[in-house]
């Protein structure tokens, strides 16, 4: 018997269970199982399980036959390619099993989830009784949901317990308070508090494109950002004051002498300000950083004045994870390839690696890590630019919110009524699907490959192998060469297959993400981080000589702080339609299109509310984008000579999208008609609606340490 997370296999007879309950799996899906828990943290290799699957001269298109089998087992397991909790994709090489494997009657590990029924629940003591028990009554009036990790028996300490709050809305960036009593997070837009000991959930008036909110010491105040400023607003309600003028949001935190630690700045470094409001002030140098480091974000004073922990990176939200001392000593690096950093006061450094978080011991007085890094809360949701979304109190009282269990989506033909048919016939973990433009294949991103679906013929082909392809295939015009995203940068690849690839390389830490052609193909429009402003849309000219298409020297063709995103060229190569967060809120603009002279003056705003992601439809009298919610929306769009008016922007289609991130999940039709777009296989997406909350994990991690002879 083997046993991971909330799963039990016996292979002797080929059984699994899930909670008790017993699942369906397929033979095949069983033995690529039962090669990657025998041999947990290992790489097994794809031409392992070749052999293993397909031996000896059996004929069989493996790559694409493997990739189902592995999705197949990931949908089962309710797995992500790209946020694992069980199976981890190594590129070019195969796969690894990355979850602990109980291989006896031992008790669970707190990563796993067995669901119980509430009167199970050991209550809590010590102050948290009261809340606790108003959360247990309330399973009956309005749903919440408990669950619960048991603890070894030889322990007496307090169990770890689970509550998932329904927030009745897409919520995030969730912060809690320093008794770790109240919330405050972001819902629709503008900040929201709920006490753990009442079902309400109050809107704080004033707080309108909030975002990385964060409580003062006492829970009196919460420091937020929205429109370019750092303000702060009483817990209470109340009016909301500005601090100090904020061009950049990377987080910030009240600490105990008073002063707020931000990340804030257009130089990219922390900056200290009075919490009463004043002057920012350098906080931190990137003096001595690594060349490809442009940013400290999300700091979190530690307790007592020790230091100060924060991310160093790129403008993305991965990084490593530094402590600054007191005094302006040089920082230390913790813990690389890490987005989120949070103290415990028992005297652990939470962490997240992708979707997990770890927990490793700290020693306060040395500042550095005492012990190995252990995973303690799975499928946790994570942020391209803001991170892991997690937070912790002094208490030790943890919220996260959860990502979505699942990368399973549907390829699909969609129109404004709603679902049409599937355009591919099984799902997978595909991302940004690409039609070409005469509509006659389409390009999708799957297991870190491109695949080429011919829509006349129903084949599909697989144009890359271990290029690590990151997203977002372009066509160019007359559909010979697709340009999509690796890890060494923009690359260009022939569509038939033939020829060599062509990498217009980035540098260190800087990623740029092509999105469209003009229609002449003379020039690929893209964004990319920039040291001093975030993101910048760029064009670059496009030389095609003896059948190579290779990209030249970019151009600048907006440059501003905040995140520019998504440069979409018209169809008559006039205009770029473009995503911008420059008022505090993503919105959609258009600007004249004019890479090689200076622009045009105007700029018109076309869709509010966090729209994003533009696609011209190709009489270019549209633009289509999703909404924050993942719905497939539209507006008018109207040329008067030089200028253009929008109309205004309207639901195109009742279905909602699969939400994938900030990849693409829909493209146009040539016709203009239907969209092809990933949908979830599944309707529901029980994570929505909910933060979980932990209690007693301080706890926890004393007893592992007690029980380890660490103490």
């Not at 829970?219 to 950049?248: M, N």
């Not at 140098?285 to 480091?293: D, M, P, Q, S």
């Amino acid at each position: 018997m083997m046993r991971f997370g909330p799963y039990e296999v016996d292979f002797s007879i080929a059984e699994v269970r899930k909670s008790g309950v017993r699942l369906r799996v397929p033979e095949q899906q069983l033995r690529v199982l039962q090669a990657l828990v025998d041999r947990p943290g290992e790489l097994i290799t794809r031409d392992e399980l070749r052999q293993l699957l397909w031996p000896g001269d059996t004929f069989v298109a493996f790559d694409h036959s493997l990739n189902v089998a592995v999705t197949k087992l990931r949908q089962l397991l309710n797995d992500s390619a790209d946020r694992p909790l069980y199976i981890e994709t190594i590129a070019r090489k195969g796969y690894r099993f990355i979850a602990p494997v109980i291989k006896s009657e031992a008790e669970r590990s707190p990563a796993e989830e067995p669901q119980i029924a509430p009167s199970q629940i050991q209550p809590a003591r010590h102050g948290r009784a009261k809340w606790a028990w108003a959360g247990a009554s309330a399973v009956v009036c309005i749903g919440l949901a408990w669950t619960i990790w048991p603890t070894p028996s030889a322990d007496s300490g307090r169990r770890i317990v689970a509550l998932d709050l329904d927030v009745g809305t897409e919520v995030s960036q969730a912060a809690i308070s320093t008794d770790g009593d109240t919330l405050v997070f972001v819902e629709s837009g503008q900040l929201a508090v709920r006490k753990l000991d009442q079902t309400r959930i109050t809107p704080l008036a004033g707080t309108e494109g909030a975002s990385s909110p964060f409580f003062s010491p006492d829970g009196r105040w919460v420091g937020y950002f929205a429109a370019h400023q750092l303000r702060k607003v009483p817990i209470d309600g109340g009016e909301s004051l500005v601090l100090c003028q904020a061009p950049f949001d990377r987080g910030g935190k009240w600490t105990e002498s008073g002063e707020i630690i931000a990340s804030l700045s257009t130089s990219g470094e922390l900056s200290s300000i009075p919490a009463s409001g004043g002057e920012a002030r350098p906080f931190s140098t990137l003096r001595g950083e690594a060349a490809e480091v442009t940013v400290h974000r999300s700091p979190v004073a530690l307790p007592g004045g020790k230091g100060t922990l924060f991310v160093s990176g790129t403008g993305v939200a991965n990084g490593s994870i530094r402590v600054l001392l007191p005094g302006g000593a040089t920082a230390k690096t913790l813990v690389q390839n890490s987005s989120t950093a949070r103290y415990l006061a028992s005297g652990y450094l939470l962490f997240n690696r992708g979707a997990t978080v770890f927990a490793a011991p700290i020693d306060l007085d040395r500042l550095e890590l005492t012990g190995a890094a252990s995973p303690v809360i799975a499928g946790v949701a994570v942020d391209h630019f803001r991170g892991a979304d997690f937070n912790v109190s002094a208490a030790g009282t943890v919220v996260y919110r959860r990502s979505a269990s699942l990368s399973n989506y549907a390829v699909t033909w969609l129109d404004s009524s709603g679902v049409k048919d599937r355009v591919i016939a099984e799902t997978g973990p595909y991302t940004s699907p690409r039609l070409s433009p005469d509509g006659m294949r389409l390009a999708v991103v799957s297991e870190d490959e491109i695949w080429i679906y011919d829509l006349v013929r129903k084949r599909m082909t697989q144009l890359t192998s271990g290029l690590e392809v990151e997203c977002c295939p372009v066509w160019t015009p007359n559909g010979e060469y697709i340009a999509f995203v690796t890890k060494k940068g923009i690359t260009v690849a022939r569509s038939d297959g033939t020829g060599t690839m062509e990498v217009m390389a980035s540098a260190p830490g800087i990623s740029a993400v092509p999105w469209s052609f003009s229609p002449d193909g003379a020039w690929l429009a893209f964004h990319r981080n920039e040291p001093q402003t975030s993101y910048d849309l760029w064009a670059a000219p496009v030389n095609l000589t003896g059948g190579t298409l290779r990209l030249g020297r970019p151009q600048p063709l907006l440059t501003q702080p905040g995140v520019q995103a998504a440069p979409t060229i018209s169809p008559d190569g006039k205009w770029l339609a473009y995503g911008s967060n420059e008022s505090g809120n993503l919105q959609l603009y258009v600007i004249p299109f004019s890479p090689q002279t200076p622009p045009r003056d105007g700029k018109w705003l076309v869709a509010m509310d966090g729209a994003r992601s533009p696609r011209w439809s190709h009489d270019g009298r549209e633009i289509f984008f999703r909404s924050p919610d993942d719905h497939l929306m539209s507006v008018s769009i109207t040329v008067e000579g030089n200028s253009l008016r929008a109309g205004t922007p309207r639901q195109w289609s009742p279905k909602r999208l699969a939400a994938i991130g900030i990849q693409p999940n829909f493209d146009i039709a040539p016709d203009g008609k239907r969209v092809v777009a990933l949908l979830d296989v599944e309707d529901s997406r029980p994570d929505e609606t909910h933060l979980r909350v932990l209690l007693n994990l301080n706890d926890d991690l004393r007893r592992r340490r007690l029980m380890s002879g660490n103490e």
